[in-house]
């Protein structure tokens, strides 16, 4: 199970930090990824983390700005978002699973709304 968690409100600029907790059976050669989808949008994979070692990949949009991280003693996954822009305001999910898998398992959405 994924449980996120860290979504709220914020102003344009500011700082935001989500986590993403996997609990039951874990595997260290899964990659984890952090999508999000804005109303009316189509969902965009935004971090995707090879678990084991740490490597991440960014999607464009959110490069320089979003950093993922791991606690991996937590099987904790988090997303520290900065320079918030309106146009981040979405709901956001994580998700794993096996390389060219990561969409096998889903955690719940945590909303993100980022006002100008």
């Known amino acids: 199970q994924l449980q996120a968690s860290g979504g709220g409100l914020v102003q344009a600029g500011g700082s935001l930090r989500l986590s993403c907790a996997a609990s039951?059976?874990?595997?260290?050669?899964?990659?984890m990824a952090w999508f999000r989808q804005a109303p009316g949008k189509e969902r965009e994979r935004v971090a995707t983390?090879?678990?084991?070692?740490?490597?991440?990949y960014y999607a464009d949009s959110v490069k320089g700005r979003f950093t993922a991280s791991k606690a991996s003693a937590a099987n904790t996954m988090y997303l520290q978002m900065n320079s918030l822009k309106p146009e981040d305001t979405a709901v956001y999910y994580c998700?794993?699973?096996?390389?060219?898998?990561?969409?096998?398992?889903w955690g719940q959405g945590t909303l993100v709304t980022v006002s100008s």
């Open positions: 998700a794993t699973g096996p390389t060219g898998a990561v969409q096998r398992y």
């Open positions: 039951g059976r874990t595997f260290s050669s899964y990659v």
């Open positions: 983390m090879q678990w084991r070692s740490g490597s991440v």
